[in-house]
């Protein structure tokens, strides 16, 4: 993947003073909401693939709940912390150096795939995107569950100072709604970070071009997910889709 975006991501990622933070932060394991998703739609699943597995924070609890993890991450530097994590916490699981628009894995491999904590928002450009899922779609097993969580580009809450920022935008965001890339954005935060906001409408429209749509949910609480038209304007969602038999 090769764009000015993906370059910051990198640089972020391999940064060795961000990846010591990060490896301390990831031994919180698995959030709530993450936790709830597993268990709601991965009960018959064995072989889970991790999407931007980061240090390891989902890795390793998957494995130690006893799921066959493979995990991927685009940054060197990330494989080799989340490598670190399984050695630390005795767990057991294939970790490679990959991008996740183009797997270096056979069709039909797995029965899961998470992009969880916003793996999909780390991508750049829709062309991206869209690799990424046929990627995702070719390696899962007929069946196959993919999740994928992602900040709300909705969300009036925290997203409102983003939304002015992008003020002199919004007139050509409502003439050409359709435009995918808008909102890309660049902050800093110690190094530089890409992100890119979706809508829930996005999202959904992303996956429904090769999978069929589960679930789209707020994630603040999947036991008892938001309802109606407040699930759009959640701070998280989760669209949680199957790769149907053929
Ligand atoms: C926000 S971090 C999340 C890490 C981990 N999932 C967690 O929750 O702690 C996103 C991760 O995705 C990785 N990443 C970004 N783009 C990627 C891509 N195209 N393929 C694979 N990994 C990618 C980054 O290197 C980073 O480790």
């Known amino acids: 993947m090769k764009s000015r975006f993906a370059?910051?991501?990198q640089a972020r990622y391999?940064?060795?003073q961000f990846a010591k933070e990060y490896y301390s932060r990831s031994k919180s394991g698995l959030k709530p909401y993450e936790t709830d998703l597993v268990e709601k739609y991965l009960k018959n699943c064995?072989?889970?693939l991790v999407v931007g597995c980061g240090c390891g924070r989902e890795t390793v609890p998957l494995v130690l709940k006893g799921f066959n993890i493979t995990a991927i991450d685009i940054s060197k530097e990330m494989v080799k912390q989340t490598k670190?994590?399984?050695r630390e916490l005795k767990a057991k699981a294939n970790v490679y150096?990959?991008?996740a628009a183009n797997l270096n894995f056979k069709d039909n491999s797995f029965d899961a795939a998470l992009l969880f904590n916003c793996l999909?928002?780390?991508v750049p450009s829709h062309e991206n995107r869209k690799k990424v899922c046929n990627e995702l779609w070719r390696v899962l097993k007929p069946n196959g569950v993919c999740i994928a969580i992602s900040n709300n580009a909705l969300y009036p809450g925290k997203r409102l100072c983003y939304w002015l920022e992008h003020i002199k935008e919004i007139p050509s965001f409502i003439a050409h709604w359709r435009r995918r890339d808008f909102f890309d954005r660049v902050y800093e935060d110690g190094t530089k970070v890409y992100v890119h906001l979706s809508t829930p409408f996005?999202?959904?429209r992303l996956f429904k071009k090769r999978f069929s749509i589960l679930a789209l949910t707020s994630t603040e609480?999947?036991?008892c997910p938001r309802k109606g038209i407040t699930r759009y304007l959640a701070p998280i969602i989760a669209v949680v889709s199957l790769k149907e038999e053929a």
């Open 7 to 9: 370059a910051i991501i």
């Open 14 to 16: 391999s940064d060795e």
């Open 46 to 48: 064995k072989d889970v």
């Open 84 to 86: 670190r994590l399984c």
């Open 97 to 99: 150096e990959m991008d």
């Open 120 to 122: 999909i928002d780390q």
């Open 202 to 204: 996005y999202l959904k």
């Open 221 to 223: 609480n999947i036991s």
